[in-house]
Each structure stands twice: as C-alpha cells, then as structure tokens.
C-alpha cells in the first residue's frame, strides 16, 4: 500500500511566539515529565490539598493502573476552599451570559455558599461517597454548582447534553441508573424553546428516587412527590460543609460517549486523577493564571467543559465563563460581543467553531478581541486555512491545537502556550507525562507517513473502565495492540516531534491503494473561494474500493454554480487525478454536535443508505438531516430524468 504524507505536513513551517523565561521552563518540566514521571506526578500533586497522602505515586501498567494510591482529597476544595483561603474570596469565580440576554457574577466566596448548601442538601435525600446523580441541565450557574455539590459529597456524577431526545437520554439515565437527577424547566437555544424536565417525565418505567428542578425559564410545572424545587430545597441548609474524602482512584466521573454503533459507552475517569492532570495542562496549555478569564464554549454535556471550563479554570484560581444558548444566536456578532464584554483572555472551543467565524467573516474594526492571548482548540483536525485566520485576527494570540478523547480525559498532545513552536494544523508534541506514538498495524514505529495513533504508558485522568462493561473496555481499547490503547485516530509524527492527527480510522480513505487524508481535501476544499464549511468522506467503490465525497456549505450570497468543477480541479492540482471526488454535494447546514464537530459518519451513512443507521445520539440539529435527504434525493431524480 501506497501511504501519501499529507502535503500541509510536508510544507509545514515552525511559527514562534515564544516567551524565552516560558520557553526554558516548560523544557526543563518536559524533561522532567519524561526522565523521572513518578516525581513529576509527585511534585504536580503537591501543589493541591490532599486529606491524606498517597503511598505509591504510581503503580501498575495499561491497562490496570493506579496513581496517588491510598491517598485522599475532596476535589471542591481545591477547586473553591484553597483560593478563599488564600485569600480571594471576593474575586470573580463565575461569569454567566445567556443568548436571552440574562447576566450574573459569581465570586469565589458565592460559589462556596451555593455549592454547600446543595450538597447538605444532598446528603439530606441520602446520597453519600459513591452514590450516582446525573446532570441534566444547560450552562448555567446551577450546572457549576451542582458538579461542584457532586464533588463535594463524594457522588459518582455525570452531565448530559440538554439537546439530546428522551431516548437518548433515556439510554443514558437506565444505563448509570442515578439515585437522583438535576434538571430544569428548559432552555433556550436560537429564541426556541427546549422543555428538560417534560423529558426527563417521559422516561419510561423509571425509579429516580428524587429529581431537582431549577426553574430556569419560568414554566408552570406540576410537581409530583419526587419533584423537589432547587432553591426551594437548598434554602433549608446551611452553608458549612467541608465535604469528604475521597482516594484517588475511585469513580468520579461517568461520561458517555456515543460509539458509532451500538450503545453509548459510560467512560470511568478518577476524580482524583482528572484533577490533577487537567490541572497542571490547563495551566501550561493556556498559560492560565488567577487574572484570566477563560471561556470555554464546549456544552456542559461534552467533557471538554468539565476539563477547561471546570477543572482547568478553577483549579488554577481563574474565572470561567459560562454561556448559555447559541454562540451566534441572537445575532452573528454575539461570540465577539462576549469577548469584548468580559475582556476574555483565554478561549477553548472547536475548530468547527473557527470555520463558522470564518463564514461570517471578521468584523474588521468593530469589536476589541485584543484582550485574547491563547486559542485552545480541540474535537478534530484543525486545517492550516482555519488557523491563518485566527493568526491573522487575533493577532496577540497563541494559537494552540489539542489532540483528546472523552476516553482521555484531556489533551495529552498540545503545545505549551508561548514556550513551544506552532505548526498549524499539528495537534503538538507528547505534552508532560504523556507517552503516545504512532505505529503500523503490527505495532512498529513510523514516522512522517500516517499510521495508528496509540498511547504507551498510562497518565492521571485517563479512562479507568467502562461503567459495568469491564470486558468491552479491554476488548475495545486494548484488543488491538497488546499493551497499547488503541485510539482509532490516523495521525503523522513528524521529525520534529509534532504530532498531525488527521482523522478516524474511517476518516482515512484508500483510494486506489493511496491512504490519503481527508483533512488535507478539507483543506484545500477550505481554500475555494466562498466555501464556509466542508467534508469529505470515503464511499465504496467497486473499482477505487472507496471514493471521496464532498459535502460544502456556502457564505452568505455565493452562488453554487461552478462549484463542482472547482472542487475537484483544486483536489486534483493539490493532490493528483485519483484523488478527484466522485460527487460534490452542496447543503444548507452540516449535522453536527453541540460543540460544533461536524458528525461525518451521519454524511456517509445518509449518502449511501439513505439515512442514519447507527446511534443518532449527539446531533445538535436534527432538521440538517432531513435537508440533506432532500438535496440527495433531488439530485437522484435529476440524474435519472
């Protein structure tokens, strides 16, 4: 087989941003990380409040291992009590803007209050270290305080999107089977109205002993006996409640994950762990400091807004920004409007996200972003087009893409904000602690030609199990390649340590015995003249064995004509004949996810049968797929007229 190196790889030139004092003390912590991981971990953990301390810094291999054993902290109090105690109860915790217009400050001294009062009060519906609550809420304060109350208890907790429909939330809720659910009346998202307690009513046969509603909204409800309203209910308490001890490997999270068939998966993550890793990442990704204001637009239902906007933010004694709805509902300018608003400093999204700006185009001169100095990026590939521009418009940025899964709990490839080169679109080096590689299918090392994406030893956050599916959890990460989790991801290491990951495993298409990369189509597609947002997927071919397929959306006012042959010419003069895509579909809107990642497998299903065969769970708006079998079917009742 024929393994193309993405030409966007081979061109690819190091851009330095660099801090010098930064630069030098991020080297010597990386070496650190790798030469002596036990006392890197070691010196990581002593930054936070431990109740006990551990025996052991760590033991064991993948896929059993354990960090920090025998040690015992309460996540909520490194996360609130240690910056009070230092003295900044008065600061800024928690900025909240709703897309309604709705605004509210949060300090630290606020947040503990709040958040101890709910977990007195959960203690007085029974709950204790270990028992289950899911999170069914939107981002609003009350989602902050409720994952903070969960941490405080000790409590197995998960959160879940507010978009998804009763079945998958159904699936979810029967699957980890909470002793109680936080919900709320409902929310709004593009001026429309999304009932959340009406969904979580429909569940069938269902035996949650009590369900917490905030009205958020307003709606007139009628409460049952199990019903039990959120201020109503914590008013009762007081607000002392210095929460328990919890040892670092046991359960903390359970977040699911939607695989491509089949059930969701309810991915164990350690409490313990997922803090003191994101900790020391957030602070080195973003160069994060207590003067930061970090917004993170991920959904509180995605894990990336527990890792930044929870974890990462408040471990490290920042302000994190919660935004509740749209970012660009009620007007295209909102994201920008935010920025200039709360002077924010630090930005995690998607580049999904950046495409959609791009759409748009930059409003030159009418808003200030130049408080922004890092850009975090994670979800899936970043092409080069996308991060020129955040270069080009956020100029007193650092523009830093990530690679993570759910599964691991972070971002173990990144760069170092201001002390590490950029190569846009790489996704960074091994960040510190992080051992990965990419290898071929019997496990050996290449570089500069794509292979399998792979981790080699264990770090603090990363996945621990799957909830009350032990063997699917060794079978599906570790089946692959003995003693290495497989990712699934298709990635590039280049000479220089970069690591360019460019999609999953079926991202990558064999065309005529050449693997090519659909992030390198994306990128040139990107490039043609009043494209918004594209994709390609590979479709079988009896003669190629797969075909790429474009789907594009358009900016405002481009008209489609043309589009077709542009595309493919670019393709071809880009990347050769045999790359040419077999059709180019243009659609009002992608499906995709709440966090703006474009849901390829739905394209590729749709386009060859006809609709959605696998789990539909995670699409933030199911109209696109209507909209997309329509542009499909007229197109098939033109090639046959």
């Known amino acids: 087989m024929t393994y193309d190196l993405p030409n966007f790889v081979l061109n690819s030139k190091e851009i330095l941003r660099i801090d010098e004092k930064k630069r030098d003390e991020f080297k010597r912590l990386l070496e650190f990380s790798k030469n002596d991981p036990n006392g890197f971990w070691e010196s990581i953990a002593s930054d936070l409040v431990w109740r006990k301390k551990w025996d052991t810094v760590m033991e064991g291999r993948l896929p059993e291992f354990s960090f920090f054993k025998g040690g015992y902290l309460n996540v909520a109090e490194n996360l609130i009590d240690r910056h009070i105690e230092a003295g900044e109860a008065n600061r800024a915790a928690l900025i909240f803007e709703s897309e309604t217009g709705r605004s509210a400050v949060y300090t630290y001294a606020m947040l503990q209050s709040i958040v101890n009062k709910l977990s007195n009060a959960l203690r007085s519906l029974g709950v204790k270290k270990g028992d289950r609550v899911s999170i069914f809420l939107p981002n609003i304060p009350e989602t902050l305080f409720s994952v903070l109350a969960c941490y405080r208890v000790g409590a197995v907790f998960n959160t879940i999107f507010s978009g998804f429909s009763t079945q998958a939330l159904e699936n979810r809720l029967k699957h980890f089977n909470p002793m109680i659910i936080i919900t709320a009346d409902g929310t709004y998202r593009r001026g429309k109205l999304v009932e959340l307690k009406k969904k979580v009513d429909e569940i069938r046969d269902s035996n949650f002993e009590k369900i917490i509603v905030v009205k958020n909204v307003g709606l007139n409800l ?161 092409n080069p087009e996308a991060w020129h521009w955040m270069n080009k418009h956020f100029r007193s940025a650092y523009i830093n893409n990530t690679w993570g899964q759910t599964e691991t709990a972070g971002t173990p490839l990144a760069g170092s904000a201001f002390a590490t080169g950029m190569k846009p679109g790489s996704s960074g080096i091994e960040f510190l602690g992080a051992s990965l590689d990419v290898v071929d299918d019997e496990g050996n090392p290449v570089l500069e030609r794509p292979g399998n994406l792979v981790i080699k030893k264990p770090f603090p956050m990363m996945i621990r199990d799957l909830w009350n599916e032990h063997e699917r959890f060794l079978k599906e990460y570790y089946g692959k390649l003995e003693g290495l989790y497989f990712t699934y991801d298709v990635a590039v290491k280049d000479k220089d340590g970069h690591f360019w990951v460019l999609g999953r495993n079926d991202d990558v298409i064999n065309v005529s015995g050449h693997r090519l990369s659909t992030m390198e189509m994306e990128s040139l597609v990107a490039s043609v003249n009043g494209i918004a947002e594209c994709a390609v997927v590979g479709i079988p071919d ?100």
């Open 222 to 382: 009628n409460f049952t006996e199990r019903d039990l309203d959120f201020y109503s209910l914590i008013a009762k308490f007081n607000d002392k409640d210095k929460g328990g001890d919890v040892e670092a490997n046991e359960p903390g999270i359970v977040f699911y994950t939607s695989g491509t068939t089949g059930k969701p998966k309810g991915v164990v993550l350690s409490g313990a762990g997922f803090l003191v890793n994101n900790y020391v990442y957030a602070k080195h990704h973003l160069d994060l400091s207590k003067s930061d204001v970090l917004w993170c637009t991920a959904d509180i239902g995605w894990l990336t807004m527990h890792i930044w906007g929870i974890i990462g933010a408040l471990a490290n004694g920042s302000t994190t920004l919660f935004y509740e709805g749209a970012i660009d509902y009620p007007s295209q300018d909102r994201f920008y409007e935010i920025v200039q608003k709360y002077k924010v400093t630090k930005i995690f999204t998607a580049p999904t996200l950046i495409r959609m700006l791009m759409k748009y185009g930059f409003p030159e001169g009418k808003y200030d972003v130049s408080s922004v100095r890092v850009i975090g990026l994670v979800g899936e590939p970043l």
């Open 542 to 641: 009896e003669i190629r064995g797969l075909t790429p397929v474009v789907f594009v959306s358009l900016k405002n006012d481009i008209s489609a004509t043309g589009i077709e042959e542009t595309i493919s010419k670019m393709i071809e003069e880009g990347i050769g004949k045999f790359a040419a895509p077999s059709d180019v579909i243009v659609v009002e809107e992608m499906p995709k996810t709440p966090s703006g990642k474009i849901l390829r497998r739905f394209l590729r299903e749709i386009y060859v049968y006809g609709d959605i065969v696998g789990d539909r769970t995670g699409l933030e708006n199911p109209a696109s797929i209507e909209k997309l079998k329509s542009v499909l079917r007229n197109r098939i009742e033109s090639r046959n007229k």
